[in-house]
């Protein structure tokens, strides 16, 4: 049977004004995202609110397993395989150093622009926050002015890996040096370069050393805002 055209074209206009008025009800995102019905994100949480928070360790074993794992493919030997693992960690550091300052009150927040206390707050805050503990010590080169080290007795990204003894030159806390160097970066005190090496003694076999080499201009900077203070 056939409709007649009147009928049709008002279905047509009637149909064309519900979608219309649906499509401006219910707008489309076009990010992709999902969004909490009260329109708060992740970025809206007190920073605060995980301070205290621990991670289990088993799921951390699982994860850095894998993320070793992943860098270990395609690589040409220990040094690429650290080197790798050195820029997973990187990142991190560039973000974990404005969170951490922000947490602090703002009665002791200030910016480190000097090494020593940039170096002590890795050794304490940093080391607190993603460890649970402050580093065992920090040295500085009695040969080279420019490079700190920085000593862990019992790495914990390296109690859960076991190492072949044909790669025993290998130290997976590679991983922590490049949160260390992308601290450093952030904090505008320019690195050469942060490594990780294997300094164990009979009491710790374990024990890592992180070598830390600042630019020369930063080490040149350092001493002439310290004769600029003595004149003061």
Known sequence: MSTPQGSSRQSISNASQQLSTTSTSRPLSTSGLRT????????????????????????????FS???GYAQKRVTGIQDLERRLNEQGYPLGLRLLPLLTTREPPRTSHRLTRILPLLQFITTTLWRHLFSRPADALERSSTNEDEYMISDNDPLVNQY???PKEMNQLNCAAFVAGIIE????ASGLGVVSVSA??????????RTVFLIRFEEGVRER???????????
């Open 36 to 63: 909490p019905l009260n329109r708060r994100t992740i970025y809206d949480r007190n920073l605060n609110r995980t301070r205290t928070a621990e991670l289990s360790r088993a799921s951390f074993a699982y994860l």
């Open 66 to 68: 894998e993320m070793v």
């Open 161 to 163: 890996i076991s190492v």
């Open 182 to 185: 992308g601290v450093c970066d």
């Open 197 to 206: 090496h294997n300094g164990g003694t009979e009491m710790w076999p374990g």
């Open 222 to 232: 350092e001493g002439l805002v310290e004769r600029d203070g003595r004149k003061g």
